[in-house]
């Protein structure tokens, strides 16, 4: 079955303590992205990657490092989370890093991060 | 800039009656309008999108969306509501100029519930 999974679905932990939320991909899809929705804000852009080791910030990347080094995988990593990093988060994919590219995106079932 | 803009955070109807969920953007060039939907506890899943051509596009589950570019609208609409529609609906552009991020710019969303 094609499709965008996240690990983990829930997470629960504590100021500073470093973690990573893994995000795979089993489509070949070259353009890779995570996002953030907040309540009344809708999705915001955190990271994406147009393809293996290229990768770029987007509206909201500060707290937040990725890495794309296999084209299926792109895990976020928050080095010290903060309380203002609660959040869900989404992975997304799509096949072309075309500049004209119209394709859809995949979405992951979503993280549920709280920071303490 | 491009943006998006749902102006209703909800959306009432009762089941059996017609459906109507605003979304409209701005772009600088021709947009690529989407709409996906967020059931409880799930990712985003792609509906529908408007590349070019007809202005009348039609999705998944029965849903349609109508294209208008003198208004920049992109109206999700449905003939007969179900129950099982109610959901978080967002409507998402990017523009055909956008440059090379294949970013999509979503909206906050409108939750759609629909009354037996």
């Known amino acids: 079955e094609a499709q965008v999974t996240q690990n983990p679905r829930y997470l629960i932990t504590v100021t500073g303590k470093k973690l990573t939320v893994t995000c795979s991909q089993n489509m070949n899809h070259e353009y890779m992205s995570w996002y953030r929705q907040d309540p009344g804000l809708g999705l915001r852009q955190i990271y994406y990657?147009?393809?293996?080791?290229?990768?770029d910030k987007g509206d909201v990347p500060e707290g937040y490092k990725v890495s794309r080094k296999e084209k299926r995988n792109f895990p976020l990593i928050l080095e010290s989370p903060s309380p203002n990093q609660t959040s869900l988060y989404f992975c997304?994919?799509?096949?072309?890093?075309?500049?004209?590219?119209?394709?859809?995106?995949?979405f992951g079932p979503g993280t549920r991060l709280t920071v303490l | 800039a491009q943006s998006v803009a749902q102006p209703e955070d909800q959306v009432n109807v009762a089941e059996g009656n017609p459906l109507t969920v605003k979304c409209t953007y701005s772009v600088s060039g021709n947009p690529y309008l989407f709409w996906y939907v967020q059931y409880p506890n799930r990712g985003l899943q792609f509906l529908l999108k408007y590349i070019t051509g007809d202005n009348l596009v039609k999705g998944s589950y029965g849903f349609e969306a109508e294209f208008n570019k003198s208004q920049t609208s992109f109206h999700l609409k449905k003939p007969s509501a179900l129950v099982s529609d109610s959901a978080l609906y967002f409507c998402a552009v990017r523009d055909e100029y956008g440059g090379a991020t294949n970013k999509l710019i979503f909206g906050t969303g409108t939750l759609l519930a629909v009354q037996p």
């Open positions: 997304a994919s799509s096949l072309s890093r075309s500049l004209s590219s119209y394709n859809e995106q995949f």
């Open positions: 990657s147009m393809n293996v080791e290229v990768t």
